[in-house]
């Protein structure tokens, strides 16, 4: 059977991003967190083992298996987390530390190019 991991891991993304959504907006006021746990855990294993998949049979032509393997990697990482500490009843502050180190180095990559001129046409118009 054939499984377009490209469609998955968007699909898994605005899932992910509609749970966050719904969390900040109605969950954060609740007392008991724990029912969103469920949802939070499927989201980040399809991520987890997605991205995993993605990162070791290279599926996707070229380098796209990296990029996009290694972001499913750590958003399912990263939702799982997210997932024991709302069953636990922990407080979420903490959490988004956890994936903004890893999000710095495009951004480092991307300013480091600059001066080498490798995306010169996409960082400025002609």
């Known amino acids: 059977m054939f499984v377009d991991f490209l469609t998955l891991v968007m699909i898994n993304l605005v899932a ?3 749970l966050v959504g719904l969390l900040s907006m109605e969950g954060m006021d609740e ?3 724990r029912p969103y ?3 939070f855990f499927v989201t980040g ?3 987890m083992i997605t991205g995993l998949q993605l990162s070791f049979t290279w599926p996707l032509p070229g380098s ?3 990029g996009y393997g290694d972001a499913s990697t750590l958003f399912g990482v990263v939702f799982m987390a997210t997932a024991i500490a709302l ?3 922990w407080n979420l502050i903490p959490f988004p530390s956890i994936p903004f180190s890893p999000a710095l180095m495009p951004l480092s990559l991307a300013y480091a190019s600059i001066p080498c001129n490798w995306g010169r046409n996409l960082l400025w118009p002609p």
Do not use: C, I, R, Y
Request: avoid cysteine; proline fraction near 0%; glycine fraction near 22%.
């Open 64 to 66: 796209f298996n990296v």
């Open 16 to 18: 992910g991003s509609g």
């Open 45 to 47: 294993l399809v991520g």
């Open 87 to 89: 069953w636990q009843g």
């Open 37 to 39: 746990a469920a949802a």
């Open 31 to 33: 007392k008991d967190q």
